[in-house]
């Protein structure tokens, strides 16, 4: 059975900085894209940043360069998200995801999210 489980959210003020993480069980982890969603009220889910299995090759939506980054330790089958300078147009549940290199036929996978909150 395969989880994920998210941790490492709360409250923080605008500026502020938290880290996530994602912990996987259940899967090969190195044939998997890790990447982390987030989702604010009354909008849709929206990508915001992914890593490749084995070469880290990273991505990332505009809102977030320069200010997040994503990494993973494929010897933990963790998968982070660093995030500083964060403002208030951050806050949503933040989802991991896990996709197959071979596409979604061959797994995809989500955790259960972790709220971050941006406030003064």
């Known amino acids: 059975q395969v989880q994920l489980v998210e941790s490492g959210g709360g409250l923080v003020q605008p500026g502020g900085s938290l880290s996530l993480s994602c912990a996987a069980s259940?899967?090969?982890?190195?044939?998997?894209?890790m990447s982390w969603y987030r989702q604010a009220p009354a909008k849709e889910r929206e990508l915001v940043a992914s890593?490749?299995?084995?070469?880290?090759?990273?991505d990332y939506a505009d809102s977030v360069k320069g200010r997040f980054t994503i990494s993973r330790d494929n010897r933990k089958n963790t998968v982070f998200l660093q995030m500083n300078n964060l403002n208030p147009e951050d806050t949503a549940v933040y989802y991991c995801?896990?996709?197959?290199?071979?596409?979604?036929?061959?797994?995809?996978?989500w955790g259960q999210g972790t709220q971050v909150t941006v406030s003064s």
């Open positions: 995801n896990a996709r197959h290199i071979f596409g979604l036929a061959r797994g995809d996978y």
């Open positions: 259940g899967l090969t982890f190195t044939s998997f894209v």
């Open positions: 890593i490749t299995n084995i070469s880290g090759v990273r």
